[in-house]
């Protein structure tokens, strides 16, 4: 994926601020502690089926890569927001990197060259479907299923990575594969997410960014993934989302991704869920 470009074009797309509401303050905010379903705490045994279907359902170590490594940024991020007035732009590239910070993956300061792109347009779907059409070489990098649930799927928001391959080495313990995130295309639709507020869509945003997760992941309810699918449920990063980000950049990177997958599932659960 050649960003400079991207960028260039992206910001054609996107010349328009789009209205966005700015965020205000919601009582109902929360971050809960506890696996929680309708009140009730979940028991070990719920808890780790829950967090073993969290895992599957992001596709970060799916079978098909059970021998290559989740992927993951190793360079510094660089985010850019377009769409947006300069002033919700300022806010929504500082939440960003905050976020960034908070998981343990590293930012860029100061000046950089963009390599997460958060772009808020009017319509996603025709978006997606326009820049395929006038930019195909910027999905090289993606399968034609992806492809088509990139386009197809009807989503508030949409996104495509540039990953790196690199040979995992001859160990028996690292992957035959080792990915590298090294850019990230996430497209908000402003209509679709209306109702959500700007900090909400961008800690969606990041947690995406960060994450290198498919985009046919289910919504989550203990999760920020949840966000569109109940607009009175999950409004910020949730425990569970804070966990699973520390822990993608806090594994060892160069392993297969079987024995990551165990890492990331033990990492959601409370210490006391773990007996």
């Known amino acids: 994926m050649h960003f400079p470009r991207l960028l260039l074009a992206a910001a054609l797309f996107a010349q328009t601020p789009a209205a966005f509401a700015e965020p205000a303050a919601d009582p109902t905010l929360r971050s809960p502690d506890d696996i929680v379903v309708e009140g009730e705490r979940l028991t070990r045994e719920e808890a780790k089926k829950r967090a073993n279907a969290f895992i599957r359902t992001l596709g970060v170590a799916p079978g098909i890569y059970s021998q290559d490594s989740v992927a993951r ?3 510094r991020l660089c985010p850019r927001a377009l769409g947006l007035s300069d002033e919700h732009a300022a806010l929504v590239e500082g939440w960003f990197r905050d976020t960034v910070r908070s998981s343990g993956a590293r930012i860029a300061d100061g000046k950089c ?13 025709n978006f997606i479907k326009l820049f395929k059409a006038r930019y195909p070489g910027q999905f090289a990098d993606m399968s034609g299923p992806d492809i088509r649930d990139l386009v197809e799927l009807d989503k508030p928001v949409r996104w495509w990575y540039s990953v790196r391959r690199t040979s995992g080495g001859l160990s028996l313990i690292g992957p035959q594969t080792l990915r590298s995130i090294e850019g990230a295309t996430i497209v908000i639709d402003v209509n679709d997410a209306e109702g959500a507020t700007l ?7 990041a947690f995406v960014a ?17 966000l569109f699918d109940d607009r009175q449920g999950k ?5 569970w989302d804070k966990r699973f980000l520390t822990a993608l950049y806090t594994i060892p990177h160069e392993r297969k991704g079987r024995y990551q997958r165990g890492r990331l599932v033990g990492a959601l659960l409370k210490p006391d869920d773990k007996e």
């Open 235 to 239: 409004r910020e990063l949730t425990e």
């Open 73 to 75: 940024w190793t360079v």
């Open 113 to 125: 060259d963009t390599n997460v792109l958060l772009l808020f347009v009017d319509d996603g779907a």
């Open 210 to 226: 960060l994450s290198g997760i498919r985009i046919r992941a289910e919504p989550q309810s203990q999760s920020i993934l949840g």
């Open 199 to 205: 900090r909400a869509v961008t800690d969606y945003a």
